[in-house]
């Protein structure tokens, strides 16, 4: 006696070769019993709610970073930065036949301590949370170094090493013959981004615009297999800044005619002095003035005072190391020509003799 109904063998999910349509629109009923990963929360799952709401987000903090992003001066740089953001994993790699899917779900959280205004080292821990059929955290540490603001923007680049526990696709069954559970391996990542300087809170609060991470993973699942990964990983969030980095002491530049007070065709330099610069960087000296060659540009300066007429002149230097503030100065050196003595004249001092 036949049916209606079309029979059809059941899927066989202890199967070696699974495609990922098996996980697509449910999580595993395994996953939260006896993992270390749980379940995406509720709200994150709710898609529409989240894209709306970040799209005001971004908005508003775009309406706000034109109105009122350069109304006040930015502060010194910040000795401590804190960032809490979302983050999404893209997986590519395998492991036991079976792709790992995509994290659209995670949040990545990161402290910087910075030796001084640039470079310092940075501790980043994130969490992926399970989506389709996998899930990974990690944690890494290494340097990290940020450019001087721009209007208000600030890159960045960092190089970290550390450790990742991934949830493999073998997981997911309770049947499977090799099973991939939450394991333990390397972790590699390379990145960069760029912070933008919020008017909130005395510019204690940042934006983050994005941080982009090309991350190398390896897990050796065992009887699971190995899964070597490729991934990228894509953030944005918020910063919090806390303390700040003594700026250097200001260049100076001192500078003197040597002599001072000559007759036209005698010799002449101007001896320049500075002082604060930086040892790891090249300082440029330029001089003007009438009798200097456009092409000196050493601390000591020859003057050519042949076709100088009696007078005062002056010569002015000016050095750099950079176009930051206080890492330029300018200085500026007297000096008289003297008219010659009458020939056969006598000087005041001898006359009556």
């Known amino acids: 006696m036949t049916t209606g109904r079309s029979s059809a063998s059941p899927q066989q999910h202890n199967s070696r070769y699974v495609t990922l349509r098996d996980f697509a629109g449910r999580p595993p009923p395994s996953v939260g019993r006896g993992y270390l990963f749980p379940k995406t929360p509720a709200l994150w ?64 959280i990161s402290g910087a301590y910075y030796l001084n205004s640039n470079f310092g080292f940075e501790l980043i821990g994130d969490y992926h949370f399970t989506g389709g059929n996998d899930s990974m955290r990690s944690v890494s540490l290494g340097p990290i170094l940020r450019g001087n603001p721009y209007h208000g923007f600030a890159p960045f680049i960092h190089g970290l090493a550390g450790a990742t526990n991934m949830l493999g696709p073998g997981a997911f069954y309770s049947g499977h013959s090799e099973p991939q559970p939450a394991t333990w391996g390397r972790e590699i990542t390379l990145g960069a981004g760029v912070d933008y300087s919020l008017p909130y809170f005395h510019h204690h609060l940042n934006l983050r615009l994005f941080q982009a991470d ?11 297999g190995l899964a070597d990964f490729n991934s990228g990983r894509f953030s944005t969030g918020l910063i919090w800044r806390w303390g700040s980095v003594p700026p250097a002491p200001p260049v100076t530049f ?3 005619a040597t002599p ?11 001896i320049g002095v500075a002082t604060n610069l930086d040892r790891h960087k090249t300082a440029t000296f330029r001089w003007s003035g009438r009798g200097v ?5 050493t601390p000591i300066v020859e003057v050519e005072t042949s076709a100088l007429e009696p007078g005062t002149y002056i010569i002015t230097g000016h ?34 003799q």
């Open 45 to 108: 799952r709710n898609g529409n709610v989240m894209s709306k709401s970040a799209l005001f987000f971004l908005i508003t903090l775009v309406t706000t970073m034109v109105a009122d992003g350069q109304q006040s001066p930015l502060p010194s740089p910040s000795r401590i930065d804190l960032f809490a953001g979302y983050s999404y994993w893209q997986a590519n790699g395998s492991a036991g036949g079976v792709a790992f899917s995509n994290a659209n779900h995670g949040v990545l």
């Open 214 to 224: 090309y991350v190398l993973e390896h897990v050796d699942f065992g009887p699971g």
């Open 254 to 256: 001192a500078c003197t």
């Open 293 to 297: 060659s456009m092409n000196q540009s």
């Open 319 to 352: 050095v750099s190391e950079g176009k930051q503030a206080g890492r330029s100065a300018d200085c500026s050196a007297p000096f008289t020509v003297k008219s010659l003595p009458q020939r056969g004249s006598v000087p005041s001092s001898n006359r009556g």
């Open 260 to 270: 001072q007070t000559i007759f036209r065709g005698d010799p002449l330099s101007v």
